[in-house]
């Protein structure tokens, strides 16, 4: 089975939008640019490094870019049986899996890179990566150093984040060394994320993912907050706004996920961070990163065309004789026509919805016995889109 995994902030890079530049996955760039209401392309083109630090910036680019990744992904056909997102990743994992729509899924990061901008100046923090310790000991430098400073970050084992005030971390950072920390670093960012200095950005994001109103999925999402499964919508609101200030478990994620029986991990999007801390975590891991289109070919002789996608079961997929699957004409944003609903007979033609500018016609007359693709969704060529029964 595979899982796609989605990166976190951190992992922009200046230029990575160029690659990407004539690729028919660009066409996301425009779509979310015009819902967030900032010039993506230009950030994803010409943005330095300094600019992209910014959160409000480092966290858009690095959403958009994943998401662009994926479009890429799932035009050659290749579906994960699970998803899990590092931190802004997470809600990469929700608009892959249709828990949000693409447009929810813009809004939603630029209203939580604003909130926790805005949290990090409330309370200026800081983070540092320990490595070569384990996580208890980890831990106990944190509660030694009688500070503001906690682990935020599970990555890999001997990978951890630690974060809270400038003195509480350089407090930290140094008990950490003499409990046998092979080296400590730290961070390059804006905030103490992933702690209580977030608080006030957890409250104001609550109230946009509510109305956001994530759905149930077919394929599950691994939580930052718990290391769990989880395919109902309604649990998300609780958890997105918990993940701020909370620790993310990744390496609980990874774990989850093998014990699932997840033996390829795919990183989509910029960097590759994710893909050594798998390998670290899982053993015996296949994993690939795939950040270019130049990726894509590594990635389809990565899965093995001989063998079927590894993917969830499709719903309808042994569909009897009498019954038709409709398919999606293109990749892009599925919307549904609003007055074709379940049990209505609909002729040779007839438009079932619209995925971008394209029309989704039924090839044959039938009975429609549900639509498998929701609001929303970001649908790949030949996708199913709804099932139908002949007369």
């Not at 994943?66 to 890429?72: E, I, K, P």
């Not at 050659?76 to 899990?84: D, M, Y």
């Not at 400073?149 to 990555?155: E, G, I, P, Y």
């Not at 077919?218 to 290391?227: F, H, I, K, L, R």
Request: aromatic share 6%; glycine share 10%; charged share 20%.
């Amino acid at each position: 089975m595979l899982a796609f995994t989605f990166p976190g902030q951190g992992s922009q890079r200046p230029g990575m939008g160029r690659p990407w530049q004539g690729h028919e996955s660009w066409e996301l760039i425009e779509e979310a640019s015009d819902v967030a209401g900032r010039d993506v392309a230009a950030l994803l083109l010409d943005a330095d490094a300094e600019e992209l630090r910014d959160t409000r910036n480092a966290q858009l680019t690095t959403f958009v870019s994943s998401l662009m990744v994926l479009d890429a992904v799932e035009r050659l056909g290749i579906e994960p049986s699970f998803c899990a997102g590092h931190s802004l990743g997470e809600y990469t994992a929700l608009v892959a899996t249709g828990a949000l729509s693409f447009d929810d899924g813009v809004r939603l990061v630029v209203e939580r890179a604003d909130a926790m901008h805005e949290a990090g100046l409330a309370a200026p923090g800081t983070m540092a990566a320990v490595l070569g310790l384990d996580d208890d000991d980890v831990e106990i430098a944190c509660r030694r150093a009688d500070s503001d400073v906690w682990v935020a970050n599970f990555n890999a084992p001997g990978q951890i984040v630690i974060a809270g005030s400038p003195e509480g971390v350089a407090k930290a950072s140094e008990i950490a060394k003499e409990l046998g920390a092979k080296r400590v670093m730290p961070l390059q960012v804006s905030g103490a994320f992933h702690t209580p200095f977030m608080t006030a950005a957890r409250d104001r994001l609550r109230t946009a993912i509510t109305e956001a109103n994530p759905r149930d999925t077919e394929v599950p999402v691994v939580s930052n907050v718990d290391a769990l499964l989880h395919a109902t919508g309604g649990e998300w609101t609780s958890l997105l706004s918990a993940q701020l200030s909370n620790p993310v478990r990744w390496k609980h994620c990874l774990l989850t996920l093998a014990a699932e029986g997840v033996t390829g991990f795919v990183e989509l999007g910029p960097g590759g961070v994710l893909t050594g801390m798998a390998k670290r975590t899982v053993d015996n891991a296949r994993t690939i990163s795939v950040a270019t289109p130049d990726e894509l070919d590594k990635l389809i002789e990565w899965v093995d065309a001989s063998a079927p996608v590894t993917a969830g079961q499709i719903e309808g997929e042994h569909l009897f004789a009498i019954e038709r699957l409709v398919v999606s004409p293109a990749a892009g944003v599925f919307t549904p026509i609003g007055d074709v609903t379940n049990g209505m007979l609909i002729a040779v033609g007839q438009v079932l919805g619209h995925v971008g500018d394209h029309e989704v016609r039924s090839p044959f007359a039938g009975v429609v016995q549900s639509y498998i693709a929701v609001e929303g969704e970001r649908v790949t060529s030949r996708q199913p889109i709804a099932w139908l029964r002949t007369p």
